[in-house]
């Protein structure tokens, strides 16, 4: 926009000047003073339509995001506004002094402010500005190049938990789920055959919004016992020669029946949990809470397209400032979790 009304000034100047002299001169009013207050109608034009057209732009954003208020922001209005509208930087709210003193130097050198609030309220000038930021926006002109944008991802840190959810799976889900349903079979050889019991060979991965994974998980729910471990298995992985590998059964009753399952806090949310707690990571709490819904999102998909991840393992996610009142419980979202599984045969076994 700049460029182009930078071209509209210099072909004026060179040959319409007298035109608009004689145009706005009818009422006696000095317009375009000396030759910088000329040149800065146009400049200042520009400025306001790109501030007008930015703005434009981000409120159809903010009526996009405010769709997704509940599942992205957790309800909170003030979290859209930030996402639509703030900007981590303050270099765009330089060229408000700037823009202030190109108008105080307008006034004070004849009337080329008032030639800007007349321009400002034209009907073409309105559509200018709209047809000019679509046509930007559709055509992806004001998109960030790749530097820009590995810089922005770099800085604001946008990747941690697509990165985290990768890892995981590489490091941990896809070494422990082939072969568990066998380490399962092989444990409840050894559980009390005289009660009704129900045990999944099935790994439930809990995931607080928080991210805070306490130590133990009895601790988090009385409810869930310790029932035992998995048979271990060794792998060598990056140098470490036999590491062992395990998992820790939970059992927990309802209904008369005691459920057993595997159960355990996704590792790598710990870590989110930490570095917003940490002056040298600098993630903030709202960015940990949008890396905690990356993850969970690519986790998913990541086990979704594997049959063997995608029938073995599951992610329950949850809020856990609403949990420990007695009304909600890890024991109780598990359980509901264990019922849907089977009554969708999302369990391909149980013992």
Known sequence: TIGILSMFSVTCKSTDNNFWKSTFTSNNVNLFGDELSYNLIFVTLGIIDIWVGEMIKRVFVFCGEFRFINSRYDGRISFVVQQSFCTKSNIPFLTLPILVAMLTYMNLHGDGMLLVWMILQTKWNCIIIVTISMIAHLLRLTDPTRSEMSRVMEEQKLNVGHGLA???????????????????????????????????????????????CPPSITAADPQLKVAGVTPSFVA????????????????????????????????????????????EAGLSSF???????????????????????????????????????????????????????????AVTKTF
């Not at 990768?166 to 005289?194: A, H, N, V």
């Open 166 to 212: 990768w890892s995981y799976y590489f490091g941990y889900l896809r070494l422990i789920i082939p072969g568990l349903q066998s380490r399962m079979d092989s444990w409840k050889k050894g559980i009390d055959t005289t009660r009704k019991s129900v045990v999944v060979p099935k790994l439930y991965i809990l995931i607080p919004k928080s991210c805070y």
């Open 236 to 279: 060598n992985r990056a140098g470490n020669q036999r590491r062992e590998y395990k998992n820790t059964v939970y059992c927990f009753e309802a209904d008369k029946t005691d459920y057993y399952c595997l159960v355990e806090y996704a590792t790598p949310i710990l870590s989110l949990y930490e570095m917003s707690n940490s002056e």
């Open 287 to 345: 960015d940990r809470l949008q890396q905690m819904r990356t993850f969970v999102a690519t986790l998913q998909e990541i086990i979704n397209s594997n049959p063997e991840t995608k029938d073995n393992c599951s992610l329950l996610v949850y809020d856990d400032k609403k949990f420990g009142d007695g009304e909600q419980s890890i024991t109780m979202l598990i359980k509901d979790r264990i019922e849907k599984d089977l009554s969708d045969k």
